[in-house]
């Protein structure tokens, strides 16, 4: 409490109380956040490294389920999409202080606060899961798992037989990966993978560092990821397309692509170039499987096969033995081995889910037809309000054959790449903010200012009401 | 089965089948694994970076749990500590095609091969929590924690509420650490977030990187951990006594340490130096707890806490707002936060720990207390071993009070600091894994080889195994 005493004189806490009062007062009229804001920025801002703070604001309170101080500096937009109450609070109290502010003004602002479960979180996935029940519930006493080690006869020793079995068996039914004669490497999401990928793959006694590509739009954390920490085994080198630099490089290969949900192949095709498979979004709900994936170094997670973001699991298929053995290296390295808790959880859930999509499979609905019919519905409505609104524009796939769901489909991407089509309008983020809809500029993906990416994978109540108001932005 | 075809010729078939029967009659003489070695090195061993691979032996099988190629090339020595049969089959091989290879020597070095359940892994702990029983047993439903978030009102957005508050309450029933005003920042273990320090506290735009030291003996990991991807933004210094260098810098100080378990402080002591307390082992089984530490940058970690390594949790106590907010960055950007199935398995744990060892509880023995005991006895049994040896040599502490347990008693460390006091004895490591004792030599601690670390935390059976073979080694 003493801090709080530091920070703020008694009128701050007289603000402070007025603050939590029209807090309380929202709440009463059933404003709830939820309902209220829609969210579309996503996971990846969280680890996009270069936080631009546009706007700073300060407040701080005692945490009522610990005694940390709780105070928070946060940014509302170029940085950190995680807000809090108490920030909310702040800008309350700011804006309370100021002169001629109309109710109108101030709900808009606290509205647009709302908006802390952004982060396009698979929370979609959520409707499956609790429809399938105890299932895939798992019970873990507490004296188990208190070792270090998962399989010594394994190189990747932190691997949960019962986990890696159940990532084979997923493959071998879903036909989107060669598993045969390839190491597993299991890391704590497949961003923890895409490190240990850099660092097996980067020559360590090489006079320079080893160039990083990916055709643009790319994936918007590569490379703040990359060049976090200033490595000097490898460094971001941009946009694959204009790539010109001579002697070896990596090249990141995000196959259905994110943001733009289409289906890659390597574009620079130099001799002395390592290709790095990201296949995180090469499962049915979201894409045809034409044909089991059969690259070098392949990664996949579950965050966005199964939605489990909580769990922290992603997986790697590596056919050089000397490969795996860095990229496990790594792992030891960086966080000694992953979390046995999730890797036990997440192998219950991919047998589930693999049992309910098996031939002849008496466990209820297959996952992947299940969630295929949610995106399918999202995308039709999507590209209805796209068609209402005559503003904006979606990417059109051509139809493919899914040799899992047996027909032909067009893909359904995790993410929309929408284009705001009007011409004076340069920075789509910025106009869609204005319309209380929140999005990731194209610039983040190495393109432009006239797209954003607009996460799929949110809960249905916040999906509508996305696009109602994408379909009620009209010419005005 | 074609890669092995690849590999192996008939002629390797051949001894691949003599060696499995060698393998087939050691098991059945009851030479079971476990109980014929001693495997004394430690789990930082994982982590220590610089695998200089003394041998090199190659061995390939199909594994029985999944199609994956299970291909090992080990090091026996100085490099990586977790080998597999498949390693102890392909040495059979090489030692049967030897010409006068006699019983005795086969036997020894199949002895010394299997040594996979090293790691100085706290499996000490199993026998306590078997004891508690289903108290400490999670169940989490299949459509729980699917969202990357944990608590948006805390900077660290990654942070499980209930975890928070467990941490906070144990610190407060055990006194070794004060929590009032810090940031809790959870990461994949204490590993990851020494990592997280190294990143805030490094200057972003300095134009060489800042030197991080620790007083030797040293924890080993830390030079590999610092330097393995060639940072920009800080760089291994070695050893703290003589680091000269001017300007700012971060000094590690491990209390009490890692290996010889005194209690330390900073040694440099410039006015430009930044501290990293990591106090990964001060609690009442190991060390009086004098004082709650009341450090800038505190780490704590459940391996060596509750003995629950494969969790892979750890937690630091910051001072610093922006050195919390920093902190978080880096693990979002390494792994996009940290497991929540481990968070709420280990607040769980730690909940069921300090109801045991609450003034008055119900709930049994105290659980440092009991591992008090545990660690107590086998200090007795090291030293009457070291005694009866009359080679040997380990640290001896003064005795001190202990707030926790309300009396005085001398540490016991989770390791021993074991000095081969023969002065024709310079490389105590080889001389102990000539009598079958595997340790870690001094040399990997920046300090001398005629030091070794050895783990106290392993299970009974391994280690009463070990100072029996201990107190047997006497001057011939």
Known sequence: MEKIFRVFSLKHLLLV??????????????????EILNSWSQEE?????????????????????????????EAEDGG???????????V?????????????????????????????????????????????????????????????????WFLEPDFAKEVVRLHRVVGNAITENRHLVVGTGSTQLFQAALYALSPQDALEPISVVSAAPFYSSYPSITDCLKSGLYKWAGDAHSFKKDGPYIELVTSPNNPDGFVRQSVVNRSEG?????????????????????????????????????????????????????????????????SKDSQLRAAKVLKVLSNSCEPNSSEGECFFEFNHRQMATRW?????????SGLFSVPEFPPQFCTFLGRDF???????????EQEEIDDCESFLRGKKILTRSGRH??????????????????????????SNIIIS
Chains 1, 2 share one sequence.
């Not at 950190?80 to 702040?90: M, Q, T």
């Not at 100021?98 to 602002?109: A, R, S």
């Not at 996460?455 to 109602?468: A, I, T």
Request: glycine share 4%; proline share 3%.
């Open 17 to 34: 109380s007025i603050a939590l009062n029209v807090s309380l007062i929202l709440r009463v009229m059933n404003l709830s956040e939820k």
């Open 45 to 73: 801002e969280l680890a996009k490294g270069h936080v631009s703070n546009n706007r700073h604001l300060s407040s701080s309170s005692s945490s009522s389920s610990s005694s940390f101080a709780n105070t928070r500096i």
């Open 80 to 90: 950190e999409k995680v807000i809090n109450l108490d920030h909310v609070i702040a």
């Open 92 to 156: 309350a109290i700011i804006m309370l202080s100021l002169p001629g502010l109309t109710k109108t003004d101030f709900i808009d602002v606290m509205l647009l606060m709302f908006f802390f479960q952004c982060s396009g979180d698979p929370t979609m996935y959520e409707k499956y899961w609790q429809q399938v029940g105890d299932k895939t519930t798992i019970v873990i006493p507490g004296w188990q798992s208190l070792s270090y080690f998962s399989d010594v006869s394994n190189i990747c």
């Open 274 to 338: 390592i290709l790095v498979h990201d296949l995180a979004y090469y499962w049915p709900q979201y894409t045809s499987i034409s044909f089991p994936a059969d690259h070098d170094l392949m990664l996949f997670t579950v965050s966005k096969s199964t939605g489990h973001a909580g769990m922290r699991i992603g997986w790697a298929l590596v056919k050089d033995t000397e490969v795996a053995k860095k990229m496990t290296k790594y792992i030891e390295l960086n966080t000694i081995g992953v």
């Open 380 to 388: 039709k409505q999507l590209r209805m309000a796209v068609q209402k």
């Open 410 to 420: 067009k893909p359904q991407p995790a993410f929309a790449w929408l284009k705001c």
């Open 445 to 470: 993906f190495g393109f432009s200012s006239k797209y954003v990416r607009i996460s799929m994978l949110d809960r249905d109540q916040n999906y509508n009401l996305f696009v109602e108001r994408l």
